[in-house]
C-alpha cells in the first residue's frame, strides 16, 4: 500500500511538471501520448485505490455534479478596479502624482489582459477557492469552473500556509475564433469577443462545459500572503511563477514614465500578435512600502493606472450583402464594405453572422457602418450610424430558397440559423458524402476527404446517392488510386448497401439525429418510407424524442429533394429496412457480457437490452467465466480485473459491430 502511494506521488508530480510544461510555459516536454499514457496510469491505480485520491491530484480537474447556484463570496479586501489614462499627458500626471508622495520612483509596466478578473485561495499549498470580482466586495464561488483550466496549479511549488492572488482568465483568440465557429455551426449565438466567451465560460453552472473550452490565465497580483515577504511588484512576479503560476511574460520593469510609454506604445502595435487580446498596459508603482504611502481612493489604488489603447474601429460603408451556403448546410450574410484598413489589414468583407443580428442591429444596405475586429480577427460590424442615412438604404431579408440549390429554406425552434436541408446541396455535397461514408454511418472504407474532393471536383458524384452507381473504370483515373484500390473502394460502396437501417439514417446527417436517435427511431419505424409519411406528435410518442428531433426529421423527409435520394438509393439495392429477426436466431447465445465505463451511442441499459435481446447475458461482476468486459470512457475497476484475468475487452464500436 505504501509503495502504491508512493507510485501515485510520483506520478501526480510527473502530471504537474508537464502540464506545468505544456500549460504554462508552452513547452512541452513530452508528446501527447505519452502524457495521456502517465495520466491513465494514474486513473488506473486511482481506480483500484480510490482511498488515495486527493483533490489535488491531477485527474480531479473535472469533476462533480452541475451546480444549482454560485455561492456568494466575501472577498479578504474589496478588490478594486483602476483609473485610466489615455495619453501621454494623462500618464505624465499620474507620474508626477505619484513622484510627490513616493521617492525613487520604478514601476513595472504590464499588459493589461482583457478577460475576467478572479481571485485565487490556497491554503497549505492546495488551491481551496476561487471567485469572481463580482462587485468589488462580493463574488461567487466558481472553484469548481476553475480547476478544469490546465494552466491554473491546483498545488503549490511550495507549501505556503495561505496565499491569495488576482489574475486575469482569458480566452485565447485561437479558441474563441474555434468556439464561435462551433457555435455557428450548431445555429447558436456566438459570443461577441473573448472576454465575453471566457465571462460566459466560467459561468456555466456545469464545470464538463468550462473544461471543454481552452480558457488560460495570467496571475498578476498578490492580495495576502503568510509565511513570505514580498517587496516590490517584480519580486511578486518572479515569486508566483516560482510557484507555478502563469504570470505573463510582457512584464517589464521600468525605471521612469517615459519607458512606461515607450513600453505601451510598441504593444499598441504588436498586440494583434499576441494570441490573447489585450486592451492596453497597466503601470504599477514597483515598491510595496511606497505603495502604502500613496494609499487608495474608495475605488481604485492611488499607485497604479491603466493606459488604455483606443479602440481600433473605423466607419465603411455596406455595399452589399452576398449570401453563402457553408459546408454544412447553414445560410449566412456577408457584408461587402468599401474597403478598409483597419487593426493591421484591408478590410473589404465583414460576417454578418445571421439574420437576426442584422435585425437586431438594423444593418441596411448602403448605410454608414462603424467595424471592429472580434477577437482581433475576424471583421465585423458593430452597429450602423443611423444619423448617415440619407433614405434609400435597403433591409435586409433572409431568402426563402437556398441560393445554391434552390430548395426551402427551413429554420429550427431556438436556433439563429438558417440552414438549407437538401443534403445534395452542392454547397453541402462534400461535407454530406464525407460523413455518410464515416464510421458511424455508412462505413464506407476508402471513402475519405481526397477521394470525395475529387469525386465532386470531376462531377463523377453530384448527389449522394451517385456513389452507388460508380464502376471502377470512374475511379481508376483519380490521383492515388490504383486498380486495385479502384476495386477496393466498389466493393467497400457496395458491402455498405447491407448496413442496418438505422446507420443510414445517421448518413442522412438530418439535423439533431445522431447514431443513437437512429437506432431509437429504428427500433419503432422500421422502413424509411414510413419516415415521411409520420407526423411530429407520431414521433414524440417514441420515448426519448424530444420536439427538435420531431421536427427535424419531418422537415427532412418533406424535402422533395431528399425524397429523391432515398428512392434512388432504394434503387440503387441501399437496405432501407429493418430485417425482422430471422426465427429468433441468437448470436449471443451462452456468452456472458460484463459493461463498465460510459459508451457514447447507448445507455447501461440499452446495451443490456441488446445483448440479451440477442441471446447473450449480462453480469455485474468480472470473472473467468466472463466472455467479454465491454469498456466505455472512463472504466473501472472492472477493466483492470479484466486485464488481470486475460478477458477479451471490447471498444464501443467493436462492441456495437457484435450486435449488428
Ligand atoms: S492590476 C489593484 N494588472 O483590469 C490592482 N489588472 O481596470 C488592480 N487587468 O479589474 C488590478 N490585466 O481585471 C491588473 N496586469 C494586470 C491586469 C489587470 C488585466 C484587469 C483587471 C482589473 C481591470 C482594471
Redesign the pocket.
Given at each position: 500500500m505504501a509503495e502504491v502511494g508512493e507510485r501515485i506521488n510520483e506520478l501526480r508530480q510527473e502530471l504537474r511538471k508537464h502540464e506545468y510544461h505544456y500549460y504554462v510555459l508552452d513547452d512541452p516536454l513530452i508528446s501527447d501520448a505519452e502524457y495521456d499514457q502517465l495520466m491513465r496510469k494514474l486513473q488506473q491505480l486511482e481506480n483500484e485505490y480510490p482511498e488515495l485520491i486527493t483533490p489535488d491530484s491531477p485527474t480531479q480537474r473535472v469533476g462533480g455534479q452541475a451546480a444549482e447556484k454560485f455561492d456568494p463570496v466575501v472577498h479578504r479586501k474589496p478588490l478594486?478596479?483602476?483609473d485610466n489614462a489615455f495619453s501621454l499627458a494623462e500618464l505624465q500626471e499620474f507620474n508626477r502624482r505619484v513622484s510627490r508622495a513616493a521617492t525613487a520612483v520604478s514601476y513595472m509596466a504590464?499588459?493589461?489582459?482583457d478577460g475576467v478578473?478572479i481571485v485565487l485561495v490556497y491554503q497549505d499549498g492546495i488551491l481551496v477557492n476561487a471567485a469572481t470580482?463580482g462587485d468589488g466586495l462580493v463574488g461567487e464561488d466558481v472553484t469548481n469552473n476553475i480547476r478544469t483550466i490546465r494552466s491554473i496549479p491546483l498545488r503549490l511549488q511550495d507549501n505556503l500556509p495561505r496565499l491569495e492572488v488576482?489574475g486575469?482568465i482569458y480566452m485565447p483568440k485561437s479558441e474563441f475564433l474555434r468556439l464561435n465557429q462551433e457555435k455557428e455551426e450548431k445555429g447558436e449565438k456566438i459570443f461577441a469577443n473573448p472576454r465575453n466567451a471566457a465571462a460566459g465560460s466560467i459561468r456555466q453552472l456545469d464545470p464538463g462545459i468550462t473544461a471543454s473550452r481552452a480558457l488560460a490565465a495570467f496571475i498578476?497580483?498578490i492580495i495576502y500572503i503568510e509565511g513570505k515577504e514580498i517587496h516590490d511588484q517584480q519580486e511578486a512576479l518572479n515569486f508566483l511563477k516560482q510557484q507555478g503560476f502563469p504570470v505573463n511574460p510582457e512584464a517589464c520593469y521600468c525605471t521612469d514614465i517615459e519607458a512606461v510609454y515607450a513600453y505601451s506604445q510598441g504593444y499598441q502595435e504588436k498586440r494583434h500578435d499576441l494570441p490573447y487580446e489585450i486592451d492596453g498596459v497597466?503601470i504599477k508603482l514597483n515598491s510595496m512600502a511606497e505603495r502604502e504611502i500613496l494609499g487608495q481612493t474608495a475605488k481604485s489604488?492611488r499607485w497604479?493606472i491603466?493606459y488604455k489603447f483606443p479602440a481600433e474601429e473605423k466607419e465603411t460603408r455596406l455595399l452589399a450583402v452576398e449570401i453563402n451556403v457553408g459546408r454544412t448546410g447553414i445560410i449566412a450574410p456577408t457584408a461587402i464594405l468599401e474597403p478598409v484598413s483597419l487593426a493591421g489589414t484591408t478590410v473589404s468583407r465583414a460576417s454578418l453572422h445571421n439574420f437576426d443580428l442584422l435585425r437586431e442591429k438594423d444593418i441596411r444596405v448602403g448605410d454608414t457602418v462603424l467595424v471592429h475586429k472580434a477577437g482581433d480577427i475576424i471583421p465585423e460590424i458593430i452597429k450602423p450610424i443611423v444619423e448617415k442615412r440619407q433614405g434609400r438604404e435597403e433591409e435586409i431579408e433572409p431568402p426563402g430558397n437556398c441560393p445554391a440549390c434552390g430548395s426551402q429554406v427551413i429554420r429550427f425552434e431556438g436556433e439563429v440559423a438558417y440552414r438549407c436541408e437538401n443534403i445534395n446541396c452542392p454547397a453541402r455535397l462534400k461535407e454530406s458524402l464525407i460523413f455518410f461514408a464515416s464510421r458511424p454511418a455508412m462505413n464506407i472504407d476508402g471513402l475519405g476527404p481526397a477521394v470525395i474532393d475529387q469525386l465532386v471536383e470531376k462531377n463523377l458524384v453530384e448527389k449522394v446517392d451517385d456513389l452507388y452507381y460508380l464502376n471502377e473504370a470512374d475511379i481508376a483515373g483519380l490521383d492515388r488510386m490504383g486498380a486495385k484500390s479502384a476495386s477496393n473502394l466498389i466493393q467497400a460502396i457496395a458491402d455498405s448497401k447491407t448496413r442496418p437501417l438505422y446507420r443510414l439514417v445517421t448518413a442522412l446527417g438530418i439535423r439533431h439525429i445522431g447514431s443513437k436517435t437512429a437506432r431509437i427511431l429504428t427500433s419503432h419505424i422500421h422502413d424509411i418510407d414510413k419516415f415521411s409519411q409520420i407526423n411530429e406528435e407520431q414521433l414524440m410518442s417514441i420515448p426519448e424524442i424530444g420536439p427538435r428531433m420531431a421536427e427535424s426529421v419531418v422537415k427532412f423527409f418533406r424535402e422533395p429533394r431528399n425524397q429523391e435520394t432515398i428512392a434512388r438509393l432504394k434503387a440503387a439495392g441501399v437496405n432501407t429496412v429493418v430485417a425482422e429477426s430471422s426465427g429468433g436466431l441468437k448470436p449471443l447465445a451462452g456468452k456472458t457480457f460484463v459493461l463498465t465505463g460510459t459508451l457514447e451511442s447507448l445507455t447501461r441499459n440499452e446495451a443490456s437490452e441488446k445483448i440479451e435481446a440477442l441471446g447473450g447475458k449480462v453480469s455485474g461482476s468480472v470473472s473467468k467465466k466472463t466472455d467479454y468486459v465491454v469498456a466505455g470512457a472512463e472504466p473501472g475497476s472492472k477493466y483492470n480485473k479484466a486485464l488481470q484475468l486475460e478477458v477479451t475487452i471490447l471498444n464501443e464500436d467493436e462492441f456495437l459491430n457484435m450486435l449488428e
Amino acid at each position: 500500500m505504501a509503495e502504491v502511494g508512493e507510485r501515485i506521488n510520483e506520478l501526480r508530480q510527473e502530471l504537474r511538471k508537464h502540464e506545468y510544461h505544456y500549460y504554462v510555459l508552452d513547452d512541452p516536454l513530452i508528446s501527447d501520448a505519452e502524457y495521456d499514457q502517465l495520466m491513465r496510469k494514474l486513473q488506473q491505480l486511482e481506480n483500484e485505490y480510490p482511498e488515495l485520491i486527493t483533490p489535488d491530484s491531477p485527474t480531479q480537474r473535472v469533476g462533480g455534479q452541475a451546480a444549482e447556484k454560485f455561492d456568494p463570496v466575501v472577498h479578504r479586501k474589496p478588490l478594486l478596479s483602476l483609473d485610466n489614462a489615455f495619453s501621454l499627458a494623462e500618464l505624465q500626471e499620474f507620474n508626477r502624482r505619484v513622484s510627490r508622495a513616493a521617492t525613487a520612483v520604478s514601476y513595472m509596466a504590464e499588459l493589461k489582459i482583457d478577460g475576467v478578473s478572479i481571485v485565487l485561495v490556497y491554503q497549505d499549498g492546495i488551491l481551496v477557492n476561487a471567485a469572481t470580482r463580482g462587485d468589488g466586495l462580493v463574488g461567487e464561488d466558481v472553484t469548481n469552473n476553475i480547476r478544469t483550466i490546465r494552466s491554473i496549479p491546483l498545488r503549490l511549488q511550495d507549501n505556503l500556509p495561505r496565499l491569495e492572488v488576482r489574475g486575469e482568465i482569458y480566452m485565447p483568440k485561437s479558441e474563441f475564433l474555434r468556439l464561435n465557429q462551433e457555435k455557428e455551426e450548431k445555429g447558436e449565438k456566438i459570443f461577441a469577443n473573448p472576454r465575453n466567451a471566457a465571462a460566459g465560460s466560467i459561468r456555466q453552472l456545469d464545470p464538463g462545459i468550462t473544461a471543454s473550452r481552452a480558457l488560460a490565465a495570467f496571475i498578476y497580483d498578490i492580495i495576502y500572503i503568510e509565511g513570505k515577504e514580498i517587496h516590490d511588484q517584480q519580486e511578486a512576479l518572479n515569486f508566483l511563477k516560482q510557484q507555478g503560476f502563469p504570470v505573463n511574460p510582457e512584464a517589464c520593469y521600468c525605471t521612469d514614465i517615459e519607458a512606461v510609454y515607450a513600453y505601451s506604445q510598441g504593444y499598441q502595435e504588436k498586440r494583434h500578435d499576441l494570441p490573447y487580446e489585450i486592451d492596453g498596459v497597466v503601470i504599477k508603482l514597483n515598491s510595496m512600502a511606497e505603495r502604502e504611502i500613496l494609499g487608495q481612493t474608495a475605488k481604485s489604488p492611488r499607485w497604479a493606472i491603466a493606459y488604455k489603447f483606443p479602440a481600433e474601429e473605423k466607419e465603411t460603408r455596406l455595399l452589399a450583402v452576398e449570401i453563402n451556403v457553408g459546408r454544412t448546410g447553414i445560410i449566412a450574410p456577408t457584408a461587402i464594405l468599401e474597403p478598409v484598413s483597419l487593426a493591421g489589414t484591408t478590410v473589404s468583407r465583414a460576417s454578418l453572422h445571421n439574420f437576426d443580428l442584422l435585425r437586431e442591429k438594423d444593418i441596411r444596405v448602403g448605410d454608414t457602418v462603424l467595424v471592429h475586429k472580434a477577437g482581433d480577427i475576424i471583421p465585423e460590424i458593430i452597429k450602423p450610424i443611423v444619423e448617415k442615412r440619407q433614405g434609400r438604404e435597403e433591409e435586409i431579408e433572409p431568402p426563402g430558397n437556398c441560393p445554391a440549390c434552390g430548395s426551402q429554406v427551413i429554420r429550427f425552434e431556438g436556433e439563429v440559423a438558417y440552414r438549407c436541408e437538401n443534403i445534395n446541396c452542392p454547397a453541402r455535397l462534400k461535407e454530406s458524402l464525407i460523413f455518410f461514408a464515416s464510421r458511424p454511418a455508412m462505413n464506407i472504407d476508402g471513402l475519405g476527404p481526397a477521394v470525395i474532393d475529387q469525386l465532386v471536383e470531376k462531377n463523377l458524384v453530384e448527389k449522394v446517392d451517385d456513389l452507388y452507381y460508380l464502376n471502377e473504370a470512374d475511379i481508376a483515373g483519380l490521383d492515388r488510386m490504383g486498380a486495385k484500390s479502384a476495386s477496393n473502394l466498389i466493393q467497400a460502396i457496395a458491402d455498405s448497401k447491407t448496413r442496418p437501417l438505422y446507420r443510414l439514417v445517421t448518413a442522412l446527417g438530418i439535423r439533431h439525429i445522431g447514431s443513437k436517435t437512429a437506432r431509437i427511431l429504428t427500433s419503432h419505424i422500421h422502413d424509411i418510407d414510413k419516415f415521411s409519411q409520420i407526423n411530429e406528435e407520431q414521433l414524440m410518442s417514441i420515448p426519448e424524442i424530444g420536439p427538435r428531433m420531431a421536427e427535424s426529421v419531418v422537415k427532412f423527409f418533406r424535402e422533395p429533394r431528399n425524397q429523391e435520394t432515398i428512392a434512388r438509393l432504394k434503387a440503387a439495392g441501399v437496405n432501407t429496412v429493418v430485417a425482422e429477426s430471422s426465427g429468433g436466431l441468437k448470436p449471443l447465445a451462452g456468452k456472458t457480457f460484463v459493461l463498465t465505463g460510459t459508451l457514447e451511442s447507448l445507455t447501461r441499459n440499452e446495451a443490456s437490452e441488446k445483448i440479451e435481446a440477442l441471446g447473450g447475458k449480462v453480469s455485474g461482476s468480472v470473472s473467468k467465466k466472463t466472455d467479454y468486459v465491454v469498456a466505455g470512457a472512463e472504466p473501472g475497476s472492472k477493466y483492470n480485473k479484466a486485464l488481470q484475468l486475460e478477458v477479451t475487452i471490447l471498444n464501443e464500436d467493436e462492441f456495437l459491430n457484435m450486435l449488428e
